[in-house]
Each structure stands twice: as C-alpha cells, then as structure tokens.
Nanobody, 123 residues
Framework: QVQLVESGGGLVQAGGSLRLSCAAS????????MGWFRQAPGKEREFVSA????????SYSDSVKGRFAISRDIAKRTVYLQMNSLKPDDTAVYYC????????????????WGQGTQVTVSS
C-alpha cells in the first residue's frame, strides 16, 4: 500500500507559478513511477507529467511542456511539480499517482492516488 498526500495548490494570477508536492508513505518510493494528472470540471482526468521509477526519465503533455517540471526527492519520498507561466486553462484539481507498470501517460497504469489539490489560475 502507498499513501499519497498532495499540497501546494491555490489561487494564482495568469503568468504566476506554483509548486505542488506529493508526499508518499508505505512501500519503497523508488519502486513506483510517479505521475501528475489533472481534472477540470466536466472534463476527463488528463495526464500532465510523470517520472519513471527506474530511470528517472520524465515526460510531459504537450499542453504543459516547457512550463512545468517534475522532479523527485527519493530520500524525502516526495515528488514535485513546478508550474510556471500558468494559464487559466491550467485550472483543475491536480492529482498525484503511483504505479508499478504500464505506460506513464495512462490513467490505468496507476494503482494509488492522492486526494487532489485545487489549482485556480485567474485571468
């Protein structure tokens, strides 16, 4: 079992920055690929970014590439999402997730999810 707790969401003006954190407890943190997803009202949950468990390689959706950066601190069992140049379209609940196998961009890859943190970007 893995427990995930997100923090760092809030209200920010367009062009601003936020850093989300996801603290993990339970099984070995480095055993999991860690992903960030988001869900806006009336829309499906969508992939934002992931960092793979073995290589630490990262991937991003086209909509956030160049603006967001994912990183992890294995000793602190925490994954981060640095979000810069935020846009109103980035407004959503952001979820952290952990999975052991499968494509990093696919929701079904992930076995454990946090409760989500709200990010609101005003224009």
């Amino acid at each position: 079992q893995v427990q995930l707790v997100e923090s760092g969401g809030g209200l920010v003006q367009a062009g601003g920055s936020l850093r989300l954190s996801c603290a993990a407890s339970g099984r070995t943190f480095s055993s999991y690929t860690m992903g960030w997803f988001r869900q806006a009202p009336g829309k499906e949950r969508e992939f934002v970014s992931a960092i793979r468990r073995n290589t630490g390689s990262t991937s991003y959706s086209d909509s956030v590439k160049g603006r967001f950066a994912i990183s992890r601190d294995i000793a602190k069992r925490t994954v981060y999402l640095q979000m810069n140049s935020l846009k109103p379209d980035d407004t959503a609940v952001y979820y952290c997730a952990a999975g052991e196998a499968g494509a990093a961009r696919v929701v079904e890859t992930y076995d454990y999810w946090g409760q989500g943190t709200q990010v609101t970007v005003s224009s």
